[in-house]
């Protein structure tokens, strides 16, 4: 992207690595394999920082289900939440007819979780859980809790498995604190 602003440099440690990813995906996907047996169940990715999770966490549901994905931002470019959340890419399914599983990257201040949720909502499905990869809790500016979350961390910008620094190390198998 012409304008991205990325201040991070290089990876500065290794936070989670991808086994402890993987083992955590499995648990998720078997948590999700019990639960919505014999259930219409779609899962929602986030676009773009849950891409990875996403395609890991449906692989690791055992049962039938369908994939979706939708698009929000609320980070522009950078690190700085604007506060601002808008639906760029939406789900092309009626919602109605399905348990709904939203799978985030992260959850920073909340705002993109909760107001993609109560749009969600708006939309009648049979249920809505949202599955965060991560959570920085210290950082909430909005009352938000997923309802099942694979790591907790503290106040830090992360990279790898998916998310950014202004559209950089998506691709590292872990997740690593950003070096500036
Ligand atoms: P929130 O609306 O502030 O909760 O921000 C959620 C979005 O901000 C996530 O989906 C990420 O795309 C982005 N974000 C927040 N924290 C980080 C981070 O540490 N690294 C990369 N992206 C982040
Ligand atoms: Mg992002």
Avoid: W
Wanted: with cysteine; hydrophobic share 40%; proline share 3%.
């Amino acid at each position: 992207m012409e304008n991205a602003v990325c201040s991070c440099a290089e990876v500065k440690r290794i936070l989670i690595s991808a086994e402890e990813i993987e083992n955590a995906v499995k648990a998720a996907g078997e948590k999700i394999s019990r639960e919505y047996a014999g259930k219409s169940l779609l899962i929602a990715g986030v676009l773009t920082g849950a891409f990875i999770f996403t395609a890991d966490l449906c692989r690791a549901v055992k049962i039938p289900c369908e994939t979706a994905f939708i698009k929000a931002s609320s980070y522009n470019d950078g690190t700085v939440s604007s506060g601002k959340v808008d639906i760029t890419l939406d789900i092309d399914r009626d919602l109605s007819a399905y348990h709904v599983i939203i799978a985030e990257d992260i959850i920073d201040t909340g705002y993109t979780m909760k107001a993609l949720t109560e749009r969600l909502r708006q939309r009648s499905p049979k249920s809505l859980a949202v599955y965060a990869l991560i959570d920085k809790p210290e950082r909430r500016k909005v009352d938000f809790r997923a309802d099942y979350t694979l790591f907790t961390i503290p106040d830090t910008f992360v990279v790898g498995y998916g998310l950014d620094c202004g559209e950089k190390f998506r691709n590292l198998p872990y997740i690593a604190e950003a070096g500036i």
